[in-house]
């Protein structure tokens, strides 16, 4: 009882330090716009380069998307790249759709073409747990995309080598990705609409109901755990 208590008391001080953190971020915008002028500027010769791709550009972006583990290129920054890009409505089926498809690629190459060393060694760590996964495949792998514990690539290499139906590795990374995909896209629109009130409000509203969304899954699933409820 005790643990748990203490386990409820750091939970809320995380809460408390996320909104101190958002609240960081809004002062920042407020009193610091001219960073984000130099920002727009800068971004506004990207977007002519882009612009002049035409219909290639989504196209482009997307095969970026696919190619940039390659070069260790992380999925955040890349996924607010799209809603510089593109604005929030379009950068967001681009985020979405680049997404799938780097999170697709990396799963049939890591399933099919993995060294067998690594393959059985990861097995023999997750063998007690892969009767859950094989049973609820679609729930563990919409799980692991909303509550990120891990890096993006790191998540697509790990499901390839779970006891996992492509189905439900294909739909739980679509449910599972597309709410931060449209709060990296809008977060990435912000960055050139930052004196836009509804906007920021908008991005700052979504981020924190993300965040609450991500904590409540986190805790049921736990609970969940705890009560041995997964294993049946």
């Known amino acids: 009882m005790k643990s748990r208590l203490i386990m409820s008391k750091r939970w809320w001080i995380k809460i408390v330090i996320a909104l101190i953190f958002l609240g960081v971020i809004l002062i920042f915008v407020r009193w610091h716009g001219f960073i984000f002028s130099n920002l727009s500027e800068k971004t506004e010769i990207v977007k002519y380069w882009v612009q002049k791709l035409g219909v290639w550009a989504p196209l482009v972006y997307c095969l970026g998307f696919i190619l940039r583990p390659i070069v260790f290129f992380p999925a955040t920054p890349y996924a607010i790249l799209g809603g510089i890009l593109f604005g929030s409505i379009w950068g ?3 985020v979405v ?34 009767g859950t996964i094989s049973k609820h495949g679609f729930i563990t792998v919409f799980l692991v995309r909303i509550i990120p514990n891990v890096a993006f690539d790191l998540q697509n290499c790990g499901l390839a080598l779970a006891p996992i139906k492509f189905s439900h590795y294909a739909l739980g990374t679509l449910l599972g990705c597309l709410p931060a995909c449209i709060f990296y896209a809008s977060f990435g629109n912000l960055a050139l609409n930052w004196s836009v009130p509804w906007q920021v409000g908008f991005v700052v509203s979504f981020g924190i109901c993300l965040f609450l969304l991500r904590f409540f899954l986190f805790k049921a699933n736990k609970y969940r755990d705890n009560n041995g ?3 049946e």
Request: overall charge positive; charged content about 25%.
């Open 229 to 231: 409820m997964g294993a």
């Open 97 to 130: 759709i680049g997404a799938m498809c780097s999170g697709i690629c990396e799963f049939l190459f890591v399933r099919y073409f993995a060294d067998e060393r690594v393959k059985t060694f990861l097995e023999n760590k997750t063998k007690k747990v892969s």
């Open 92 to 94: 967001t089926l681009y």
